[in-house]
């Protein structure tokens, strides 16, 4: 039969025992307890009845430890630290993922959607790339990519629609109040023009008017689609974006659709991750939440 430990003193006292010696005085401690100050004297007094030796030299206005006291915290400091250390041990690691995406998808999907994920998830951390720039699935360690365009994306990936690419205009209602439909007249002069990198305005403009339109007079240009949607709820004129990134804006009232035309460029947005994953079972975890969360 194995043996078992020496008796202990309760661990209840040594707990509070850690705590008085990190602080000198009662009332601090029982602040971080949440007990009283009594209670705590009592644990003190009840731990040196039980080791028989003086923990504290009580002062007018605080403790100080006695000789007994000093040696005794070192080690027991280091006896919670280890029990500490063995109980962290038991939890299961996170597990990192670095997901590469648009500045525009990060901002306007993703990251409002991130505490639906994190409950989902809580074991996976996920980092998160915003960069135009083409991330690396090697060099820059990414598990998974919101790519813009069309299949295939290279050897050795699987790729996965997200979502379809429809561009659609919209501005603040308000506005569209103050200067009248875009569509009516020459009323399109009186907006300006919110471009985004990918400048669509031209082919939108040609499928909105098949007779040619008086071209708009002001043109406010931003290296982001982001930015063009933040300047047209904002009231400064007329963007263009994926209907995917405003329809939330739309439904809440933030911004309108001054035309119905739908324009489709032929690139969508797709899912993309190398066919031999690092972390297969969180990367599907990963992707299929942000499929179900598409749809």
Do not use: C
């Amino acid at each position: 039969m194995a043996e078992g430990f020496p008796r202990l003193p309760p661990l209840n006292g040594l707990r509070v025992f850690e705590v008085v010696t990190r602080h000198l005085n009662f009332r601090l401690a029982a602040e971080e307890l949440g007990v009283t100050q009594g209670a705590v004297a009592q644990q003190i007094r009840g731990l040196e009845t039980e080791l028989g030796l003086k923990l504290f030299e009580r002062q007018p206005r605080t403790l100080a430890l006695t000789e007994a006291g000093r040696s005794y915290t070192a080690n027991i400091r280091r006896a919670f630290e280890l029990i500490a250390e063995a109980t962290d041990a038991l939890k299961p690691e996170p597990r990192h993922l670095t997901i590469s995406v648009t500045p525009t998808f990060a901002s306007r999907w993703l990251i409002p959607r991130l505490p639906d994920f994190t409950a989902a998830h809580p074991d996976i951390d996920l980092r998160i790339v915003a960069s135009d720039r083409l991330s690396s699935f090697q060099t820059d360690a990414v598990d998974i990519a919101v790519r813009y365009g069309r299949p295939p994306f290279g050897p050795g990936l699987n790729a996965e629609l997200l979502f379809e690419q429809v561009i659609v205009s919209v501005a603040s209602p308000l506005l569209l109040e103050k200067l009248g439909p875009p569509d009516e007249s020459d009323n399109l002069t009186r907006y300006a023009l919110l471009h985004d990198a990918h400048n669509f305005w031209p082919q939108f403009l040609e499928r909105a008017y098949p007779n040619g339109a008086s071209a708009a007079t002001k043109n406010i240009r931003f290296n982001q689609t982001s930015l063009a949607i933040e300047a047209a709820i904002a009231g400064q004129g007329l963007a263009l974006a994926s209907l995917f990134f405003v329809q939330e804006d739309i439904a809440a009232g933030r911004l309108a659709r001054p035309f119905m035309t739908e324009l489709r460029v032929g690139s969508d947005f797709y899912l993309v991750s190398p066919r031999k994953r690092r972390y297969p079972e969180p990367i599907a975890d990963v992707w299929n939440w942000l499929l179900k969360s598409a749809r």
